[in-house]
């Protein structure tokens, strides 16, 4: 039931043989520098602010293990030896200890104990009791104790020694560990709530400063050696005081960790800059587990995770991958060149002949005016065109970040069958397309799915022209399917896949063409499986391959 | 007016048959203009043209398959071709088969009306 005690106690040291004599928690506090305080206020002079004055004159002299397990776990005996109880007792209990320690130190007999049932939300019917010792050589000595019902079948105590061998074991963890004491945060928010305040958000919005005294009075309070090495610092005490050097990179980040704690949830991550005590700024990934009543802990744990590399190397992927593609869509597009050609020499050429039969109209003797108006609109209209393809071919040539937006399918086929749509018509391929009505959006980068479907496209018409003589035929069509997501499907009646080449037709490098480099698929399913979606390959029992992919709709 | 030579303008793409035929228009030419083979070839069994412009690439029938066509129903009508960056094979296929002229697009004007005007037989200028 107990947690053993730190260290024998001599019995030449009166002042820790009594304390260890104890279960609870039992405090020794030096009283000579309050004592005239003390002794006032028995005989009624209590001015305002007399209290608080009271407790920061009581100086720590000795503490028992349970004493350090409830309040000093974080900073150990050492650590509160010599301070004053304010340095870690709890505001809430503030008001209740000077009438206790007044009626025992003035009180008759010396040795009679005061007791006092206290509220307490990390003990269960906790009882506080003060008293002197009848020892002359402890005449300036106050005791103070805390006395609880286990709260489990562990006892308080067991889990409070647990907790430490818990610290023990965070400090050397490979992870960077801040243990934080939000105590006087949770107290205003709880006043807050009485108050009957929902939205701590709009609350915020409306206080920025509560942020700025939040960061101030909320402290961190022990870190681990990971912590020290991530913040770049020589000493843990070097970190130990308010959290705000955490957010000063962030600000959000704090907002963000009030509100949570605020609304009560268990723990928040987020992924955000960190300024480190030695100026380098990094990526971290911040998990915040709050303290939960009415459980005991009453810690804020925050864990760090350096990912500035991790993120970087992603970056690093995320752009080869898009490198890539875009190798892959530039080799399409060469597949298509005299296509394009094409495309782009109409408009051109309808132009060179609307501005001659201009300039022959002009040259008569008697300029027809309005012909050479309604000329040079279609001159106008032509050279727009013109533009659009040139427009359409650069967003599939130009580097650019991929960008994630809400998109149509059925647009993004559209605009895929201009590039196509030559292709298929010079090889006398009949294209049947049937657009599914009213699918919901999709999410995803517009050039990246057009370059799925146009490889889609041409994959079909190379399937069909490899085939035979005869021109063949390709149906296109989008749908909902009946999980909900919404689907592409292209099917030719070409001579099919090889049964045994189904499963391979998407690998890297995999062709039965001539002149292709075998990306072009590998590339679909690497752009649909970044979408989310599903990609696959069958043929028909009449022949003929069919390509599909479905992506989740975007609600 | 019936003696005034009738063209006809074969092309799939909107624009270049529209200006194609105004070009025409502004000669002072009578054309008429069909978007793909199969509609000239319904016209030209009522219809007496003088020429026929056709492009080669077009949906389901070609120009080259075009000019086939007609002379295997023994019409020896004039065919020009106006295409766009064509290859020597269809060039050489088309002159082989009689092609009365073989132009790329965009449209040398002043050459293309020289040949049109040789063929229909009338004075330049």
Not at chain 1, 440 to 464: M, T, Y
Not at chain 2, 77 to 103: C, K, N
């Amino acid at each position: 039931m107990l947690a053993p005690a730190c260290e024998e106690v001599s019995a030449a040291d009166p002042c820790g043989h009594e304390i260890q004599r104890h279960d609870g928690a039992c405090w020794a506090f030096d009283i000579s520098e309050a004592r005239d305080l003390i002794e006032a206020a028995s005989s009624g002079d209590r001015p305002q602010g007399w209290s608080k004055a009271l407790l920061a004159r009581l100086r720590v002299v000795e503490a028992n293990a349970n004493a350090v397990h409830l309040f000093g776990s974080y900073a150990g005996r050492e650590r509160m030896l010599g301070q004053s109880i304010l340095e870690f007792w709890p505001i809430e209990g503030w008001h209740v200890l000077p009438g206790l320690i007044v009626g025992a130190v003035t009180g008759q007999p010396r040795s009679r104990a005061r007791k006092l049932r206290v509220k307490s939300l990390v003990l269960k019917d906790p009882v506080l009791t003060a008293w002197m010792s009848d020892d002359p050589a402890l005449a300036q000595t106050l005791f103070l104790a805390i006395f609880a019902e286990p709260v489990d079948e562990r006892s308080f105590w067991a889990l409070r020694a647990s907790q430490e061998r818990y610290n023990n074991l965070i400090h050397h963890l490979p992870f960077a560990f801040l243990e934080v004491d939000s105590r006087a945060q949770a107290d205003i928010f709880e006043d807050l709530r009485r108050k009957g305040l929902k939205d701590v958000g709009a609350y915020l919005d409306t206080n920025p400063a509560d942020i700025q005294r939040s960061c101030q009075i909320v402290r961190i309070t022990d870190v681990n050696k990971s912590a020290v090495e991530l913040f770049g610092a020589r000493h843990v005490s070097e970190l130990v005081g308010p959290v705000d050097p955490l957010f000063a990179a962030s600000p959000e980040s704090a907002r963000r960790v009030m509100i949570n704690h605020f609304e009560g949830s268990r723990s928040y991550s987020e992924v955000m800059k960190l300024r480190t005590l030695d100026g380098r700024l990094l990526d971290v990934s911040m998990s915040v587990i709050y303290p939960t009543r009415p459980e005991q802990l009453d810690i804020t744990l925050i864990m760090l995770e350096d990912i500035t590399e991790r993120l970087r190397t992603e970056a690093q992927l995320r752009q080869l991958q898009s490198d890539y593609t875009r190798a892959a869509r530039i080799s399409m597009l060469g597949e298509l060149a005299s296509s394009i050609a094409h495309e782009v020499n109409q408009p051109l050429s309808a132009i060179r002949t609307y501005a001659e039969t201009s300039l022959r109209w002009l040259s008569r003797e008697e300029p027809n005016l309005q012909k050479v108006t309604q000329l040079t609109a279609r001159i106008s209209d032509n050279a727009l065109h013109a533009g659009e393809i040139v427009h359409r071919i650069r967003g599939m040539t130009t580097r650019q970040v991929p960008r994630s937006a809400s998109l149509d399918l059925n647009e993004v086929v559209d605009e895929a069958l201009h590039f196509v749509r030559h292709e298929i018509e010079t090889r006398s391929i009949d294209l049947s397309v049937r657009l599914g009505r009213e699918l919901p959006p999709i999410w995803g980068d517009r050039v990246q799915l057009q370059q799925v479907v146009v490889n889609l496209l041409l994959n079909a018409v190379q399937a069909i022209h490899s085939g035979s003589e005869s021109s063949g035929s390709i149906e296109l069509t989008t749908d909902l399917d009946e999980r909900g997501a919404v689907t592409l499907n292209i099917r030719d009646d070409g001579p099919g896949v090889a049964e045994g080449d189904l499963d391979r037709v998407f690998q890297s490098f995999f062709t039965t063409k001539d002149e292709g480099m075998g990306i072009g698929l590998a590339i679909c399913q690497s752009i649909i499986a970044a979408h989310g979606g599903a990609i696959g390959a069958s043929n028909w029992p009449g022949g003929g391959a069919r390509f599909w992919f479905s992506l989740p709709a975007h609600r | 007016m019936s003696n005034t030579p009738l063209i006809a303008v074969v092309d799939d793409d909107e624009a270049v048959r529209d200006a194609l035929l105004s070009l025409l228009q502004v000669e002072g030419l009578r054309a008429i203009g069909y978007p793909s083979a199969g509609g000239f070839l319904i016209d030209f069994a009522t219809k007496t043209f003088s020429c026929l412009i056709t492009d080669v690439r077009m949906p389901r029938m070609g120009g080259l398959d075009l000019q086939c066509c007609l002379i295997s129903m023994g019409s020896s009508i004039p065919v020009i071709f106006v295409t766009s960056a064509e290859d020597e094979a269809t060039l050489a296929q088309a002159t082989a088969a009689g092609a009365a002229g073989f132009f790329n697009k965009p449209l040398a004007t002043a050459e293309f009306l020289q040949c049109l005007r040789g063929v229909l037989g009338l004075e330049d200028g």
